[in-house]
């Protein structure tokens, strides 16, 4: 967001040199990232949030100054400017002066909660005066003509997005706001054909669409040098419909982008009235009443917080005296109603709780006045119930070769219902199951995760695009779902997810990687199930959403269905990009830690040490590694601890259906360190048994 200091200086007395600007407004918040001269100007250029949209104009950039300086904003940014709205004489314009209400109707209320429209007869269309240029200019807008580019200037000014149509361009010269209609088309300003879909609105005369709503006006009834009366549309639109028809349309524009973040449903008239001001000044003509259709009034938005400047020292140790917090909030537009109640003002969309205040307190009172302390230690030392049981299953995958992974909470729409939730977390009576965030931190991402695998894949992506092809990584957080309660809490549960892909090294070799499979993944999640504390899980094949077909299945503890496992499903792995197989598994793991922990069997280390043989065993492929290492657990003696798998060789040397299995048997006793010719005795005793029973023998 580029903002200028010159303009800065118009809206609050400012002593303040542009280096001195620059650190104020990065000490709270807006961080600027550059400071470019221009001629007699200075531009700042400021990195938002997207929470923080009042700031992309120059009156919310000048607001916030003014908490810092401690002064008002000018008498011209503070008020709305007058206009002489009388109803002209009829008989000297062709058309009413006054634009009646039934000219203007929204049909889809939902998406349009607001809409101004005001005739200007009588304009002149031509070139804007030089100091309008610079101005523009200087904060990289280009001009076009005097009225459009007072659109953009009020804009620019007040944070208000606006369009101007030729009055006369519009069939019975009225307006519709309704949703576009399957295949309606309309050329836009940049003379691109566009074709329009039912969930996008659009601004329409009484025939065809005429604008985009909230993204670009039409060519057809756009300003040109013919042009001499205007309608002027000021109006506030629903967001997230904005966001989807920018992205669907690949069409981001200076309106859309504050339109999606959100701008102030009270500022359309002031907004209105500034640009009617300039153009009356500056293309001349005669202004009508201005229409005002709002069909429903938005609710005052209240905060409580029945101590401010205690909630401000117990959430960021800051010791900032109760009256210096009211004169925060009250700059910043944040009334005390008394009681413990505020009114969030209608341009901060991000304030609705009492921590939103003490943000914004903490913010001019200075972030880096925030000391390290310690929290106060109640109950110090105490874990949950569940936590240790979730230490071990943490570090048993990291001696498996698994990074945990912490992945946002948050998640695109585009993941709607693709991946397939753990049993039990979604009410399927429920009509809309997934939880929608009100203001995102995160632009694009409007939901609550109800899956973790999603925020796993992501990372998967990266690191790919970092070259790394071997992964193993897990995560435990918690999903979320609607509770279908009005006005409820969403459902959360705690969930264990895993993926692995790409290949493992074979123990002791250094021949090439092996790719890591369906039962790798499953090994893994049996192994830190059985670490917690979990009984054994059973697997029974099924159909799951977003897995392979033949390559998953459902995950089952004690009966109970409790989350899936397998390989991703070719479709979305295209759309990840993933040119090699990715498994992954997903576990309520809520669930399984109610129950009570599985007692663990405690036998003492060994006080002597084991002895380690090798052997490769020729074996057709009707012979199973299974029943090779069930069958030498059975006979292979006293001493025989357990029974390995190393390698399975196919190739040159061997017959077509011969395979060379390397295995490892571990030899331990309790009485004493094993010989040499004991050991020798016990492998000669096992090659025997095998040879005699299964016909396998050593390969020389």
Not at 473 to 491: C, H, R
Not at 519 to 531: F, P, T, V
Not at 613 to 641: K, W
Request: proline letters at 5%; aromatic letters at 6%.
């Amino acid at each position: 967001m580029n903002i200028s200091y010159n303009w800065l200086k118009e809206l609050i007395e400012l002593d303040l040199s542009p280096e001195e600007t620059a650190k104020a407004l990065t000490r709270v918040g807006l961080a600027v990232e550059g400071i470019h001269p221009h001629k007699d100007d200075f531009i700042f250029d400021i990195d938002l949030t997207s929470n923080r949209p009042d700031c992309l104009s120059h009156l919310g950039v000048a607001r916030e100054l003014g908490v810092v300086t401690g002064r008002a904003l000018s008498a011209e940014a503070d008020s709305a400017p007058d206009i002489d709205d009388s109803e002209p004489d009829p008989e000297a314009v062709p058309f009413p002066a006054v634009l009646a209400p039934e000219v203007v109707r929204i049909e889809a209320p939902e998406l349009c909660h607001r809409f101004t429209a005001r005739i200007i007869r009588g304009v002149k269309i031509g070139p804007s005066p030089k100091w309008l240029m610079d101005r523009l200019e200087a904060v990289g807008e280009r001009s076009i003509n005097n009225v459009a580019d007072i659109t953009n200037y009020a804009m620019l000014e007040l944070g208000q997005p606006m369009h101007a149509f030729d009055l006369d361009k519009l069939a019975e010269k009225r307006i519709v706001v309704r949703t576009a209609r399957a295949g309606e088309k309309i050329t836009t300003l940049d003379e691109a054909e566009r074709e329009l879909d039912e969930t996008m609105l659009a601004i329409c005369d009484a025939e065809r669409p005429v604008a985009v709503a909230g993204v670009m006006g039409g060519f057809a009834s756009g300003i040109t040098e013919e042009t001499t009366n205007v309608l002027l549309e000021v109006a506030f639109f629903r967001r997230e419909n904005i966001r989807q028809t920018s992205r669907t349309l690949r069409l981001a524009t200076e309106a859309s982008y504050r339109f999606e973040r959100g701008v102030d449903i009270e500022n359309l008239i002031r907004a209105s009235d500034r640009a009617t001001e300039l153009i009356l000044e500056l293309a001349g003509g005669e202004a009508a009443d201005i229409v005002d259709v709002y069909p429903e009034r938005q609710p005052e938005r209240t905060v409580r917080s029945t101590d401010i400047s205690v909630a401000v020292k117990r959430l960021t140790g800051l010791e900032v005296a109760a009256d210096e917090c009211e004169r925060i909030l009250a700059a910043l537009g944040i009334v005390h109603l008394g009681g413990g109640e505020y009114t969030s003002p209608t341009w901060r969309h991000d304030i609705a709780i009492e921590e939103d205040l003490v943000e914004e307190v903490a913010r001019h009172a200075g972030y880096e006045n925030i000391t390290d302390e310690l929290p106060p230690a109640y109950g110090a030392g105490e874990y949950q119930p569940t936590e240790q049981r979730k230490r071990s299953l943490r570090h048993t995958l990291s001696v498996l070769g698994f990074d945990e992974a912490i992945t946002y909470s948050f998640v695109d729409t585009s993941h709607d219902m693709v991946f397939t939730p753990v049993p039990g977390l979604i009410d399927a009576s429920v009509e809309s199951p997934l939880v929608e965030l009100r203001a995102s931190v995160i632009e694009g991402a409007t939901r609550m995760r109800p899956s973790l695998v999603p925020g796993l894949l992501d990372a998967v992506r990266l690191n790919f695009n970092h070259q790394r092809k071997d992964l193993k990584l897990f995560e435990i957080g918690k999903v979320f779902a609607s509770s279908g309660t009005p006005g409820g809490l969403p459902v959360e549960k705690e969930i264990f997810a895993l993926a692995v892909t790409g290949g493992v090294v074979l123990a002791e070799s250094s021949a090439a990687t092996r790719p890591l499979d369906f039962y790798d993944a499953k090994g893994s999640l049996e192994a830190a199930l059985d670490s917690a504390g979990i009984p054994v899980p059973s697997f029974t094949a099924a159909d799951i959403g977003h897995l392979h077909p033949g390559q998953c299945s459902k995950v089952f503890v004690n009966g109970r269905s409790v989350g899936t496992i397998g390989r991703l499903k070719a479709e979305i792995a295209s759309d990840y990009k993933f040119k090699q197989a990715v498994y992954v598994a997903e576990i309520d793991l809520q669930t399984l830690l109610a129950e009570p922990a599985r007692q663990a069997v405690y036998s003492p280390l060994p006080k002597y040490p084991s002895v380690i043989r090798d052997v490769s065993l020729l074996v057709t492929g009707q012979i199973m590694y299974d029943a090779v290492s069930s069958f030498i657990r059975e006979n292979g003696g006293p001493h025989c601890r357990s029974v390995r798998y190393v390698d399975l060789y196919k190739g040159e040397g061997l017959e077509p259906d011969q395979g060379s299995l390397t295995i490892r048997i571990e030899f331990l006793s309790e009485s004493g360190t094993l010989t040499d010719a004991e050991i020798d005795e016990a492998m000669a005793q096992i090659l025997d048994s095998l040879h005699k029973a299964m016909n396998i023998r050593p390969r020389i």
